[in-house]
């Protein structure tokens, strides 16, 4: 049907002839789709999803109960994407979660074609179609798309709630209105920086309300629908740490659950992405993220945004006089600001760049050339690389035609796999594991774990610093029994940043309580003997 109804037929007069022709941009984005469904049909192997997405989901299940874990600061995190994943993993399997994330870039998809007809109910469908190309041109929007992240999901539910205000202010249908605080509520409810979306919003409410009065309330009664849905979460993170943010504006709010020196080497952990908030920072930054952005590398922004923003770049004023709402020019540069002085990670401006997509559509709308839309066309066929290149190394049809079973599929994109069966095949059922330096491993093992976020020795360095007597007391009472770690690791990183004592202590504590069980490369397995 989808298929169909972006077909349009044209006859011929003089020959009398049907020519059914598929819109090129669709014919493009469909080729996206697949590729990325193909690459989501496989077990999770991206670190977020195994280190928390489906971790703590996983976790939920066991205790039958939404918890937070101390040590793990993103069992703060809002939450509605891991229910949601506990429900799949209950009722299915762990392939389902990323199914979910690419459906959600299928409606991103149709969504963006859509607030751009929403804006210009004239506007010819191959324009539609092109600003939804464009969004999937991202390298960045498919690859998270094809992994259990909750992006794709989050940038749906902003734009859904953006689409929602433009339609209500232009139809004056007040199921608009609560179609969008309903989305914004489930974005908030999904991750904290869709509070970004939600400050850049009351901008466009302002403009459609005309009047500071009527806008204080309606905006009030939007925001109050949207905290409502959101607000479990922050109720949760309130009771137990009494800052409805935590981890962040612990400044407001107080540190006592994790303690200020922590805290704030975790802020520094989420700051660390990009080139600083300086002012040449700032100049250069559409520069850096067009050209020098590159995944797995914090300081270029972890990710990759296509050169076909640039259309959003160049027409965001010139589109100023055909565009109704002149907030939807400015929404981009304020959400990016913030963005700017927050943490500069190019997955978290994906909502922005639905919006960039479709002002991008606009402004090709209003050139309407053939030259640059085949350009356009050519670009988009051509940034299908990024996508292909995931296909190819994941090799995912291995999994789905039978030629590996999971076990070989894992064994292949995740190094340490093996450590992660070999504990779970031989160790007890009542153990429970320290990982020190080990990474994304949570999902796969098990057994019960003690895994710091970020930062996985600081508290074993920290009571190592005391005596080895005080780290014994503290894997008591945690009842630690085991410790799994990467032995590289520790000798580039971890030894040298070691005082004398800590230094001393670590050695005596090796040598009189670790026993080793199994060894993987540079991991190591030991048994605490002395618990």
């Not at 050519?378 to 996508?387: N, T």
Request: with cysteine; hydrophobic share 50%; net charge positive.
């Amino acid at each position: 049907p989808v298929i169909l109804k972006n077909a349009r037929t044209y006859i011929d007069k003089n020959n009398f002839k049907v020519i059914k022709q598929v819109s090129l941009p669709f014919v493009i984005a469909a080729a996206y789709l697949l590729i990325v469904y193909l690459n989501a049909a496989s077990p999770p192997i991206s670190r977020d999803a195994v280190y928390y997405h489906l971790f703590l989901p996983k976790i939920y299940l066991k205790e039958s109960r939404i918890i937070t874990i101390s040590e793990n600061i993103y069992s703060f995190f809002p939450a509605y994407w891991g229910m949601f994943c506990s429900f799949l993993l209950a009722i299915s399997n762990d392939v389902i979660p990323k199914l979910i994330q690419a459906l959600f870039l299928v409606l991103n998809f149709f969504l963006i074609k859509e607030t751009a007809k929403a804006l210009f109910p004239n506007i010819k469908p191959f324009y539609g179609l092109t600003a939804g190309l464009i969004f999937l041109t991202a390298p960045t929007v498919t690859k998270t798309a094809g992994w259990a992240y909750l992006d794709t999901g989050l940038a749906f539910y902003c734009l859904l709630s953006l689409y929602g205000l433009i339609r209500f202010y232009n139809e004056k249908e007040n199921v608009f209105y609560y179609l969008s605080a309903v989305s914004m509520g489930f974005a908030l409810g999904m991750k904290y920086s869709a509070f970004l979306w939600f400050i850049c919003l009351s901008l466009f409410i302002l403009e459609g309300e005309g009047k500071i009065s009527r806008f204080f309330i309606n905006y009030l009664k939007w925001a109050a629908i949207s905290f409502i849905i959101a607000s479990p979460f922050y109720l949760r993170n309130y009771l137990a740490t009494k800052n409805p943010f935590f981890p962040f504006l612990y400044d407001m709010f107080g540190s006592d659950n994790l303690g200020l020196e922590k805290l704030d080497l975790i802020m520094l952990y989420f700051k660390s992405y990009g080139k600083g908030i300086d002012f040449k920072s700032l100049v250069l930054l559409p520069y850096r993220i067009f050209f020098e952005a590159d995944f797995a590398v914090a300081e270029r922004f972890d990710g990759k945004i296509s050169l076909l923003f640039m259309l959003a770049m160049a027409g965001i004023f010139r589109i100023r006089q055909i565009v109704k709402f002149k907030s939807l020019i400015y929404i981009p540069i304020i959400y990016a600001l913030l963005w700017f002085l927050m943490s500069q990670q190019i997955r978290f401006l994906m909502p922005v760049l639905g919006l960039l997509s479709v002002i991008s559509g606009v402004y090709l709308m209003k050139l309407d050339k053939k030259i640059i839309n085949c350009i356009v066309m050519v670009a988009g066929a051509l940034y299908l690389y990024y996508p292909l290149t995931d296909f190819l190394a994941i090799k995912p049809y291995r999994f789905f035609f039978y030629k590996e079973n999971e076990s070989e599929f894992l064994s292949r994109n995740i190094t340490i796999y093996p450590v992660f069966e070999y504990i779970n095949e031989n160790l007890p059922l009542d153990s429970k594991i320290m990982l020190l330096n080990v990474g994304p491993a949570g999902y796969y093992i098990d057994r019960a774990l003690y895994q710091e976020s970020i930062f996985e020795d600081y508290t074993f360095t920290h009571k190592l610093g005391t005596s080895q007597q005080e780290l014994l007391s503290f894997l008591k009472e945690k009842n630690i029994n085991y410790l799994l770690t990467d032995e590289a690791f520790l000798k580039t990183y971890l030894r040298p940043r070691l005082s004398a004592s800590q230094a001393e202590n670590l050695k005596e504590f090796r040598l009189n309580n670790l026993s080793p069980l199994f060894r993987y490369r540079s991991l190591v397995l030991y048994k605490i003997i002395s618990i």
